[in-house]
């Protein structure tokens, strides 16, 4: 194949992988920015969204993209009923203490893993894509689903900058995460702000593992490298900051599609964590962070 | 004294609750042998990669495990199966085969993934314990394991490929790309068949390898060469299915080589499924038919039937639940010649592990019928590796239909170890 379109092969493979990474690492970012705790489970949050789209379209029966869309509606909202229970029972009761909240999700993640693994079972399962349209280019053929997924990605980024911005919950949020104390002077209910941050962030991750599921397939070890991916993105970008996050899972996401593409996908990984590495020596607080 | 024997001191009560505690832990030991039933451990791959293998594994089996003991078992005894999960992971392997020792069986069988069973052979020959594994590596038959490591049950790769090769230069073309896992399995692969096929006058023109955790493969496939003539592909792993797909929308409507494929990248998974329309016309390896042929042997209509494939190759109570038919046959085979040999060996305890092994060594043909459903075999007592016929298929109508099966001679190569001359 000649360069040309296998750069245009490569770069929409990376916009792909950028997009479901954007998704995901905002979701990490904004809990972590918010609520000041790194979410070890979001893996696991992500791997719960692709396995109730299983569930969800093979419960709901019929053409394939009625499942598809019943699935991208309750696979989230089923996550995010799961990560506010967390919040309640676990995150609350440890009054959101950064060290204890690690430790204590890390345990979540293993107890979503097992609980997929006896529940969903050790297979890796499909889900059919919404529709089979193949977009044929004089050298290869490319899935036109994997164009809808960068869209759709950017629809939903999008809205949550619209959310966080202009609406007054996203107003609450951004006041909770300048400073607690004096926005819960203010009255507002930070106890419930951070049960609806958490929820949020974890519905993220799980319409990303929605709108991947149909390309790859649903399997209960598939958090690990969405979680490793987002929190490269999330530190290069800036913990906390949204424009940071979306700009740096661009930028990982492109080099490490482009990487893999032209070298190795090993030499991708190890490009990125240098990147995380060098970031973290000449400017802890990211690319996009605010000094603390 | 007297006062002692009518009213029992707290200290004698509970040594007689120690004694009965220690007693009933250990039944084993307190009841003949003889009558007591064969226990087989067998290393599963229940969960990880290797998980859809495993689930056909554990039924099939069970399956076997049935047809034994409804013909009274082995040597008259009953036999039962201890399974345990070892995550398709070589370290946990190692320690399932420890597991399994400690827990009284007689010998363990039934690994399949090559990685584990490199990982767990050592360990098993440590022990001292027969370890038979259901799993095509060549590395029994390098030399590479040890006495107590036999493959009764499954042709290996190199056997596989070099049976293949004159066909595909024959049928499809001599220069090949091959896209194979990144470990040892897919080494096994490149390695004998850019051999076999360069002993054909063709030639491998590009190897792509693909770590077995890989998700997405669409970045690997710019790597195939435009001249390719004939692309080999061979996959494993939760993603198979993803890799097909990948292949499919890759080469869309354009031109695109032959294609010849080990089931292994399909196994599980339905020819039929969506976004697979592409695989018609293209060609499979096949152990063992997945789809019904004409002229099924009885033996394997009886096979079918009791490990629950429906005509089709899925399950008879799930059409989506599709089998890894052309290996998960070599556990069946295998628990049947478990019983030959040990039949011939007179095999009592784990004291006869050593005849058992010996017994295997000493044979030499496998006649098709019950005990070998995918057909007669020849097995070689110094490399304890067994040979079998192989099967071409090519998808039509969505269904994979024979087109070729080779002799026991075509999979046959030059004795790379003697493991008799090896101390036990």
């Given at each position: 194949?000649?360069?040309?379109?296998?750069?245009?092969?490569?770069?929409?493979?990376?916009?792909?992988?950028?997009?479901?990474?954007?998704?995901?690492?905002?979701?990490?970012?904004?809990?972590?920015g918010t609520m000041?705790?790194?979410?070890?489970?979001?893996?696991?949050?992500?791997?719960?969204?692709?396995?109730?789209?299983?569930?969800?379209?093979?419960?709901?029966?019929?053409?394939?993209?009625?499942?598809?869309?019943?699935?991208?509606?309750?696979?989230?909202?089923?996550?995010?009923?799961?990560?506010?229970?967390?919040?309640?029972?676990?995150?609350?009761?440890?009054?959101?203490?950064?060290?204890?909240?690690?430790?204590?999700?890390?345990?979540?993640?293993?107890?979503?893993?097992?609980?997929?693994?006896?529940?969903?079972?050790?297979?890796?399962?499909?889900?059919?894509?919404?529709?089979?349209?193949?977009?044929?280019?004089?050298?290869?053929?490319?899935?036109?689903?994997?164009?809808?997924?960068?869209?759709?990605?950017?629809?939903?980024?999008?809205?949550?900058?619209?959310?966080l911005t202009?609406s007054k919950a996203g107003l609450v949020m951004r006041a909770t995460q300048v400073d607690r104390d004096t926005a819960r002077a203010f009255g507002i209910n930070v106890d419930r702000v951070y049960a609806g941050v958490?929820?949020?962030?974890?519905?993220?991750?799980?319409?990303?593992?929605?709108?991947?599921?149909?390309?790859?397939?649903?399997?209960?070890?598939?958090?690990?490298?969405?979680?490793?991916?987002?929190?490269?993105?999330?530190?290069?970008?800036?913990?906390?900051?949204?424009?940071?996050?979306?700009?740096?899972?661009?930028?990982?996401?492109?080099?490490?599609?482009?990487?893999?593409?032209?070298?190795?996908?090993?030499?991708?990984?190890?490009?990125?964590?240098?990147?995380?590495?060098?970031?973290?020596?000449?400017?802890?607080?990211?690319?996009?962070?605010?000094?603390? | 004294?007297?006062?002692?024997?009518?009213?029992?001191?707290?200290?004698?009560?509970?040594?007689?609750?120690?004694?009965?505690?220690?007693?009933?832990?250990?039944?084993?030991?307190?009841?003949?042998?003889?009558?007591?039933?064969?226990?087989?451990?067998?290393?599963?791959?229940?969960?990880?990669?290797?998980?859809?293998?495993?689930?056909?594994?554990?039924?099939?089996?069970?399956?076997?495990?049935?047809?034994?003991?409804?013909?009274?078992?082995?040597?008259?005894?009953?036999?039962?199966?201890?399974?345990?999960?070892?995550?398709?992971?070589?370290?946990?392997?190692?320690?399932?085969?420890?597991?399994?020792?400690?827990?009284?069986?007689?010998?363990?069988?039934?690994?399949?993934?090559?990685?584990?069973?490199?990982?767990?052979?050592?360990?098993?020959?440590?022990?001292?314990?027969?370890?038979?594994?259901?799993?095509?590596?060549?590395?029994?038959?390098?030399?590479?394991?040890?006495?107590?490591?036999?493959?009764?049950?499954?042709?290996?790769?190199?056997?596989?490929?070099?049976?293949?090769?004159?066909?595909?230069?024959?049928?499809?073309?001599?220069?090949?790309?091959?896209?194979?896992?990144?470990?040892?399995?897919?080494?096994?692969?490149?390695?004998?068949?850019?051999?076999?096929?360069?002993?054909?006058?063709?030639?491998?023109?590009?190897?792509?390898?693909?770590?077995?955790?890989?998700?997405?493969?669409?970045?690997?496939?710019?790597?195939?060469?435009?001249?390719?003539?004939?692309?080999?592909?061979?996959?494993?792993?939760?993603?198979?299915?993803?890799?097909?797909?990948?292949?499919?929308?890759?080469?869309?409507?354009?031109?695109?080589?032959?294609?010849?494929?080990?089931?292994?990248?399909?196994?599980?998974?339905?020819?039929?499924?969506?976004?697979?329309?592409?695989?018609?016309?293209?060609?499979?390896?096949?152990?063992?038919?997945?789809?019904?042929?004409?002229?099924?042997?009885?033996?394997?209509?009886?096979?079918?039937?009791?490990?629950?494939?429906?005509?089709?190759?899925?399950?008879?109570?799930?059409?989506?639940?599709?089998?890894?038919?052309?290996?998960?046959?070599?556990?069946?085979?295998?628990?049947?010649?478990?019983?030959?040999?040990?039949?011939?060996?007179?095999?009592?305890?784990?004291?006869?592990?050593?005849?058992?092994?010996?017994?295997?060594?000493?044979?030499?043909?496998?006649?098709?019928?019950?005990?070998?459903?995918?057909?007669?075999?020849?097995?070689?007592?110094?490399?304890?590796?067994?040979?079998?016929?192989?099967?071409?298929?090519?998808?039509?109508?969505?269904?994979?239909?024979?087109?070729?099966?080779?002799?026991?001679?075509?999979?046959?190569?030059?004795?790379?170890?003697?493991?008799?001359?090896?101390?036990?």
């Amino acid at each position: 194949m000649s360069f040309g379109p296998f750069l245009l092969l490569a770069v929409m493979e990376s916009l792909v992988t950028a997009a479901t990474l954007a998704l995901t690492a905002v979701g990490l970012s904004l809990v972590f920015g918010t609520m000041r705790v790194v979410n070890v489970a979001h893996g696991e949050f992500f791997m719960l969204g692709a396995v109730l789209a299983w569930f969800v379209t093979g419960w709901v029966g019929g053409p394939e993209w009625i499942g598809f869309v019943a699935a991208l509606a309750l696979a989230p909202l089923g996550v995010a009923a799961v990560a506010t229970l967390a919040d309640r029972l676990v995150l609350k009761r440890l009054s959101y203490e950064p060290e204890a909240t690690i430790v204590a999700t890390i345990g979540l993640l293993y107890i979503l893993q097992q609980a997929a693994l006896t529940f969903y079972g050790p297979e890796a399962r499909p889900v059919e894509p919404p529709f089979n349209f193949r977009i044929q280019f004089p050298w290869f053929g490319y899935s036109g689903y994997k164009l809808f997924v960068i869209f759709a990605a950017v629809a939903v980024l999008l809205a949550v900058w619209w959310g966080l911005t202009r609406s007054k919950a996203g107003l609450v949020m951004r006041a909770t995460q300048v400073d607690r104390d004096t926005a819960r002077a203010f009255g507002i209910n930070v106890d419930r702000v951070y049960a609806g941050v958490f929820a949020l962030g974890a519905a993220l991750a799980a319409i990303a593992a929605v709108l991947i599921v149909p390309i790859q397939q649903a399997h209960y070890l598939m958090g690990g490298e969405p979680l490793l991916l987002a929190f490269i993105t999330v530190i290069v970008g800036g913990l906390g900051s949204l424009r940071g996050t979306v700009i740096a899972a661009l930028v990982i996401g492109l080099s490490d599609g482009l990487i893999a593409f032209f070298y190795s996908p090993t030499l991708a990984k190890i490009l990125a964590t240098l990147l995380v590495a060098l970031v973290l020596v000449f400017r802890p607080q990211g690319l996009f962070g605010a000094k603390t | 004294m007297k006062k002692e024997l009518l009213v029992p001191s707290r200290r004698s009560v509970l040594k007689g609750m120690g004694a009965g505690i220690v007693a009933s832990a250990f039944p084993g030991y307190t009841w003949a042998q003889s009558s007591a039933s064969i226990k087989l451990g067998f290393q599963l791959h229940r969960t990880g990669i290797g998980a859809a293998y495993g689930r056909w594994y554990e039924r099939t089996a069970q399956a076997a495990l049935k047809v034994v003991n409804d013909a009274g078992g082995i040597n008259g005894r009953p036999v039962e199966i201890l399974f345990e999960d070892d995550a398709t992971d070589p370290k946990r392997g190692a320690e399932v085969v420890e597991k399994l020792a400690n827990d009284g069986c007689d010998l363990i069988f039934g690994p399949l993934f090559s990685h584990v069973v490199i990982g767990s052979a050592p360990r098993a020959g440590e022990l001292k314990i027969p370890y038979l594994v259901c799993s095509e590596g060549y590395h029994v038959a390098s030399g590479m394991l040890n006495r107590w490591t036999l493959q009764p049950g499954i042709t290996d790769v190199r056997s596989q490929v070099s049976s293949m090769a004159p066909w595909v230069a024959a049928n499809l073309g001599k220069k090949v790309t091959m896209v194979y896992p990144d470990y040892a399995f897919g080494y096994d692969h490149r390695d004998f068949f850019t051999e076999a096929i360069k002993a054909q006058g063709g030639e491998v023109i590009a190897q792509i390898a693909i770590p077995p955790t890989e998700t997405t493969f669409t970045r690997y496939l710019p790597q195939i060469p435009a001249e390719t003539e004939v692309l080999y592909h061979v996959m494993v792993g939760p993603a198979v299915l993803t890799f097909v797909k990948e292949l499919g929308d890759f080469y869309g409507s354009g031109a695109r080589p032959q294609i010849f494929g080990f089931i292994d990248s399909l196994e599980a998974v339905d020819t039929a499924s969506p976004g697979l329309e592409f695989l018609e016309g293209t060609y499979f390896w096949e152990a063992m038919n997945r789809v019904k042929q004409d002229g099924q042997s009885e033996a394997e209509t009886a096979y079918r039937a009791a490990v629950g494939v429906d005509d089709n190759g899925a399950s008879v109570t799930d059409a989506a639940d599709v089998s890894t038919y052309s290996h998960m046959f070599s556990v069946w085979e295998t628990l049947h010649t478990i019983k030959a040999g040990m039949e011939a060996a007179g095999y009592q305890s784990t004291a006869d592990r050593q005849k058992f092994v010996e017994a295997l060594e000493a044979m030499t043909t496998m006649a098709e019928g019950p005990g070998n459903p995918q057909g007669d075999k020849v097995f070689n007592g110094k490399t304890h590796q067994v040979f079998g016929h192989q099967n071409i298929s090519q998808v039509t109508g969505g269904k994979m239909m024979r087109v070729h099966r080779t002799s026991i001679e075509d999979g046959q190569y030059p004795d790379a170890v003697d493991y008799t001359t090896m101390s036990f």
